[in-house]
C-alpha cells in the first residue's frame, strides 16, 4: 500500500556485487501476437503515454543512447519490442498509448496488442508505468495502472522528467501522485527520474535485480567495475 512506498528522490551509492547491466541489444518487433517471444527468459515490461519518455528511460537504464528509438511524432511507435539484457531477461517495450491524432481504430489496436501481451504470459517479473511527473495523471495513464493491478504484475511508477521542475516542485507532485494511487495493490515504488541527468538510475536497476528470480549476483563482482 502506498502509506509503505519509498519515494526515491536522491541517487545512493551501491556495493560492488549489487545487479548490474553489463550489455544489451535489439531482438524483434512484434505487431500481433504471432510475434511474441515465448522463451524461458523472464521479461519486465514498460508503458506509457507517448510522450511521456518511455524510450528515454530505456537508453537511459541501458546506458545506450538510440537503442530505444525515440521520435518527434508521439504515438508513431505501434509495436512490442523486445531487448535482450545480459543475455538473461527481456526489456519489453510496449507500443505508446493516448495520443490524440492517433485514430480511433489504431488506438483499440493497440488496447488489444497490449491486453493480449499481458494474457497467459507467465514470464512477466515487474512493469514500469511511464507517466510525465509534472501533470496529473491522465485518464489513459490510470487505465494503464489498473491494467497491471488486473493481471496482478508489480509495478514501479517511473515519474519521467523530473529534471524539468525544481526539487520542491517535484516534492508536491510526489505526493500528489502518492496521494492519486492510494488504493493501487501491484504498486510498490514511486520513482522520479530524469533521464537527462540518470536521476535515480542505480536504483531503478537495483530493483530490477531484485525482481528477477533467473539470476546469480555471484557473477557481479569487483571484476566487472
Known amino acids: 500500500m502506498v502509506e509503505n512506498f519509498k519515494v526515491i528522490d536522491e541517487e545512493a551509492s551501491y556495493n560492488s556485487d549489487d545487479f548490474k547491466i553489463k550489455g544489451s541489444e535489439f531482438i524483434t518487433s512484434a505487431s500481433d501476437r504471432s510475434g511474441f517471444i515465448i522463451d524461458e527468459k523472464e521479461q519486465l515490461v514498460f ?3 507517448s510522450n511521456a519518455g518511455k524510450s528515454s528511460l530505456i537508453n537511459s537504464l541501458l ?6 528509438k525515440t521520435s518527434n511524432t508521439p504515438g508513431k511507435t505501434r509495436l512490442v519490442n523486445y531487448f535482450l539484457i545480459n543475455e538473461n531477461f527481456y526489456f519489453v517495450d510496449l507500443p505508446g498509448y ?5 485514430p480511433k481504430t489504431e488506438r483499440e489496436k493497440w488496447r ?4 493480449n501481451f499481458f494474457e497467459g504470459n507467465d514470464r512477466l517479473r515487474l512493469a514500469f508505468s511511464i507517466v510525465d511527473i509534472r501533470h496529473k495523471p491522465t485518464e489513459n495513464d490510470m487505465m494503464l495502472i489498473d491494467t497491471f493491478d488486473f493481471f496482478n504484475i508489480p509495478q514501479i511508477v517511473i515519474l519521467s522528467k523530473k529534471d524539468k521542475l525544481s526539487n520542491n516542485k517535484a516534492f508536491v507532485q510526489v505526493k500528489m501522485f502518492k496521494k492519486l494511487l492510494a488504493d493501487k495493490k501491484s504498486i510498490v515504488e514511486i520513482i522520479p527520474y530524469s533521464s537527462v541527468k540518470h536521476f535515480n538510475r542505480g536504483k531503478v536497476i537495483k530493483i530490477i535485480g531484485e525482481y528477477l528470480t533467473d539470476i546469480d549476483l555471484e557473477e557481479y563482482d569487483d571484476r566487472d567495475q
Open 63 to 68: 546506458n545506450r543512447k538510440k537503442l530505444a
Open 47 to 49: 508503458a506509457g503515454r
Open 112 to 115: 488489444r496488442l497490449t491486453e
Open 98 to 102: 493516448g495520443y490524440a491524432s492517433v
